[in-house]
């Protein structure tokens, strides 16, 4: 089997979104970032089919055994190009993030799907990095992620991984390209957290929303969410502390 080589930017496969497509992730009802294996597994086996559930149990089984690259192409990988066709495409991204979890995919391993793969498979490799790696070092592929025009693959590096690993220079940017796109701000992990008190942020969000009035065009009312969370005083909901304010 082939797999195809996605361009490092833009959408690819069936069900890529684009700046016009839907940006929520998974199925509908759960974010396959911020839920446990043990409970994304648990939740997706009740909504799947006989055939679907067999597939899965078997797919998971195959990585289990078979960990890491064997040859040219390990067979999860392959399972990964299959979920969509399997499980359908409301939970292909929960198929493929239990599948990667279930090879113990690292870094490295994470990084060749991700550059092999199209932009779904893309997409859950952005959605696993929270279970599968603690330390920045999947960092660069967020930030390709940033770079696309593919609005769920912007939603999908701003999950929990993006929340803890980016730069404050660089996640208030993403969270501009989210306003700049209609990526829902509420898809933004860590997002009060990381805008409260951020001055900086306020800054470029006022001038965003004042070339946006110069225009002649409406200011997006996520601009107006945000902006009202930066005005909160650092500490002022608990321990949490913004990101530095470097810019």
């Not at 990988?77 to 599948?99: Q, S, T, W, Y």
């Not at 609005?151 to 929990?160: Q, W, Y």
Request: charge should be negative.
């Amino acid at each position: 089997m082939t797999r195809p080589h996605a361009a490092p930017a833009g959408p690819a496969g069936p069900d890529a979104g684009t700046t016009g497509g839907p940006a929520a992730p998974g199925d509908g009802t759960t974010t396959p970032a911020v839920t446990p294996p043990a409970d994304l597994r648990h939740h997706l086996t009740a909504r799947l089919d006989g055939a679907a559930r067999a597939w899965l149990d078997q797919a998971l089984d195959e990585a289990t055994a078979h960990p890491g690259a064997h040859g040219p192409i390990s067979v999860w990988e392959l399972r990964l190009a299959e979920a969509g066709r399997r499980c359908g495409p409301e939970h292909a991204d929960a198929a493929r993030v239990l599948i990667l979890h279930a090879a113990t995919a690292d870094a490295e391993a994470l990084t060749r799907v991700y550059r092999q793969g199209t932009a779904d498979e893309r997409r859950a490799v952005l959605h696993a990095l929270p279970h599968l790696v603690p330390g920045p070092e999947a960092l660069p592929l967020v930030e390709d992620a940033l770079r696309t025009n593919d609005t769920r693959l912007v939603a999908a590096a701003l999950g929990p991984y993006g929340a803890r690993h980016l730069d404050a220079h660089a996640w208030r940017h993403a969270v501009l390209k989210c306003l700049f796109t209609d990526v829902p701000v509420d898809l933004v992990a860590g997002l009060a957290r990381r805008a409260r008190g951020d001055a900086e942020l306020a800054r470029m969000l006022g001038d965003y929303a004042a070339e946006r009035t110069a225009a002649g065009r409406t200011v997006p009312e996520d601009l107006h969410r945000v902006l009202a969370l930066t005005e909160a005083a650092p500490g002022a909901d608990g321990p949490d502390t913004p990101h530095g304010k470097e810019s």
